[in-house]
Structures are given as C-alpha cells and as structure tokens.
C-alpha cells in the first residue's frame, strides 16, 4: 500500500485431522474422521524502521468440536468458531536489544444440537480468551559472543468444563537465562542458561477434555551444544 505498509487478506478451506479420543474416553484411541475446515483473515504490517515491524489482524476459524459427551464417548458435539485479533511487534529496538511480543485475543463460541439443549455450554474448554507475551533479548556488538535474555508470559483465565461451571485461574511467568557462544575444538558451540517461573508462581492448567495438570515449578537449566 505504502513503503512501509502492506495488507493482506485469504480464505481457507480443507480437510483437518481430528485426532483420536483420549485416554479417558470410553472410546480411548478411537480415530475420528477428517473435519472440514474454514478460515478467513485480513491484517496489516507496518515498518517504523526497516528492522522492526509490527503486524496486526483478525481471524475467524470454524470446524466441528470434538469432546466427551454425557455418556463419556469422544465424538463431535457440533461447530466451534474462534474468532480473535492478534498482534505483534519484532525487531530490534535500539543496536543491541531485540523485542518479540506479541497477545492473542480469542472469542470461542460453540454452536449445534448440544448446545440448545443444555447439555454443553457456549463456551469450548481448552482456549484461552488471551494469551501475550514479552521476549527481550539484548547482545550489544561489545559483548562479542555473550547475551542476555528475559520473557514474561500472561495468560487470561479460561472455562475447564463443558458445562462452563468451572474456569481455571490465568498466570503470569517470568524468566530470565543468558547465552554464551563460543568455538570449541573449531566448531561451533554455545552454553545457555536460564531461570524460569522466577516468582514460582503456582497454577493449573487444564486441557480441552477437561484434564487438569499443575505448571511447573520454579526450575535452573543449564545446556551446552556443539555442532561437530
């Protein structure tokens, strides 16, 4: 449209595997058959300056929900549309420091026979209606072969059940590492190092079949690589 703005739009539609029932289904490992599938999106990119760029847009995505029923059998219980806008900024700040960022808004609607009458809510388990995060990452051209690094994750609230009786809490985690590359015996190496959920901030986490699992605690890694 400009030099440093461009747009751009598409529609989707095909065949998507619905994978298979889980474990704590009646019909556990039962293949469900391909779903039919529709996206629509538009959006726009804008440069400030040719090494950082932002794009936003909108999308609407429908397919059939697969979930347990009332008798515990996986199957399709109707249509699920996500509609949503996503945003996100990379690139480079200032020399040295570079930024990935991004949030996603999701508005997850169900629709078919289960819905009218009661049986689930209009609300699919599993997505959550935000979800953002920060990523920074500075390496000045002093510093040589070493960086330092952080992110922030936050994470909105979301419905657990299919009922929508029950939500399970958003969260928010920090962490900080830094990298250091170097030349081991002539081949390129690199040791990492990173402190994650710094807080130790406690939650759960659910999934689509209503399964819930706890986050994982305050944790020190350390990795070296070398590509021989």
């Known amino acids: 449209m400009t030099k440093d703005l461009a747009a751009y739009a598409g529609y989707t539609k095909g065949l998507e595997e619905s994978g298979t029932a889980p474990f704590s289904a009646a019909n556990r490992g039962e293949a469900m058959p391909a779903a039919i599938t529709k996206q629509v999106d538009a959006g726009f990119r804008y440069a400030f300056t040719s090494r950082l760029k932002m794009v936003a847009g909108v999308f609407q995505v429908e397919k059939p929900y697969f979930n347990l029923n009332s008798a515990n059998v996986y199957g399709a219980l109707g249509t699920v549309r996500h509609r949503g806008v996503e945003l996100s900024l990379a690139g480079n700040l200032f020399e ?8 996603t808004l999701i508005q997850p609607r169900l629709s078919g026979e289960p819905v009218s009458r009661g049986i689930v ?8 209606p935000r979800s953002s995060f920060v990523n920074l990452t500075y390496q000045p051209q002093a510093w040589g072969g070493f960086s330092i690094d952080g992110q922030i994750y936050s994470n909105s609230e979301k419905t657990a059940r299919s009922d929508n009786s029950f939500n399970s809490e958003g969260w928010v985690e920090a962490n900080v590492g830094f990298r250091y590359r170097f030349t081991l015996w002539d081949a390129p190496a690199a040791v990492r190092a990173q402190l994650s959920n710094i807080t130790n901030n406690y939650a759960w986490n659910s999934d689509s079949s209503g399964a819930f699992f706890p986050r994982s605690p305050r944790r020190f890694l350390v990795n070296l690589t070398a590509d021989f």
């Open 96 to 103: 040295g420091l570079n930024v990935v960022a991004g949030t």
């Open 121 to 128: 809510g209009p609300i699919p388990p599993g997505p959550r």
